[in-house]
């Protein structure tokens, strides 16, 4: 069974650039979510998705972060304008559904802003 | 309330020792509390998780112990071995409502040969 997929695994952009990052959970899986993984940190959530619908996007700085996740297979994860500190690993995770236990993490984007 | 604190930050182990890693979480309406494990270049894999209504679970050479009154939980890797050496997550999370995982800020273990 294929885990998740994100792409790039890498990206190095300036600021006030844009950048997206794409990510496919486990077949099968409704529940989506990004996290954001600063150096030397834990996993902190952006945003989680049951199916299409976006139900805890409250750590999300909305003013320069957008996802979306059409046909509640797929996401993207959009920053623009991208700042210094947004540099981290975005890390995109599934779960079977809503209150199963186990996310599957996929390997992260890491993203370097100059 | 919805910190997980973790520790110690860092932790070397020679190999066959016990690496113990510990937790404490404030918010009691935490249901659920996985160790996560992470290697360099990839994302956090499930290593083992407990839910509060036990005190100890053990997989292999990996166990838990979850003591509810000090609101506290630990991770045992016994016969410590080289293979194991990364970063270590506590996480807890509500299986109902939020459900979102709140991790600790990881702990780097080195099992030197």
């Known amino acids: 069974e294929a885990g998740v997929v994100q792409s790039p695994r890498y990206k190095i952009i300036e600021k006030k650039q844009p950048v997206a990052f794409w990510c496919n959970p486990i077949?099968?899986?409704?529940?989506l979510y990004w996290y954001r993984q600063n150096l030397g940190q834990g996993p902190e959530l952006l945003i989680r998705?049951?199916?299409?619908?976006?139900?805890?996007d409250s750590q999300l700085p909305k003013d320069r972060f957008s996802a979306e996740r059409l046909k509640g297979v797929d996401s993207t994860l959009k920053i623009q304008p991208a700042e210094l500190g947004d540099s981290a690993v975005y890390l995109c995770?599934?779960?079977?559904?809503?209150?199963?236990?186990?996310?599957?993490f996929g390997p992260g984007t890491r993203l370097l802003v100059l | 309330q919805q910190q997980v604190k973790q520790s110690p930050q860092s932790l070397i182990v020679q190999k066959g020792g016990i690496s113990i890693i510990n937790c404490a979480y404030e918010?009691?309406?935490?249901?659920?509390f996985p160790w996560y494990q992470q290697f360099p270049g990839k994302g956090p894999a499930l290593l083992i998780a407990?839910?509060?209504?036990?005190s100890e679970k053990k997989e292999g050479r990996f166990t838990i112990s979850f003591n509810k009154s000090a609101k506290q939980f630990s991770l045992h890797i016994m016969d410590s071995q080289p293979g194991d050496s990364a970063t270590y997550f506590c996480?807890?999370?509500?299986?109902?409502?939020?459900?979102?995982?709140?991790f600790g800020q990881g702990t780097r273990l080195t099992i030197n040969p």
């Open positions: 995770a599934s779960s079977l559904e809503a209150g199963r236990e186990t996310q599957y």
């Open positions: 918010n009691t309406a935490f249901d659920y």
């Open positions: 407990i839910r509060p209504d036990v």
């Open positions: 996480a807890a999370s509500m299986l109902e409502g939020a459900q979102k995982l709140v």
């Open positions: 998705y049951e199916n299409e619908e976006a139900v805890d």
């Open positions: 077949s099968g899986h409704n529940t």
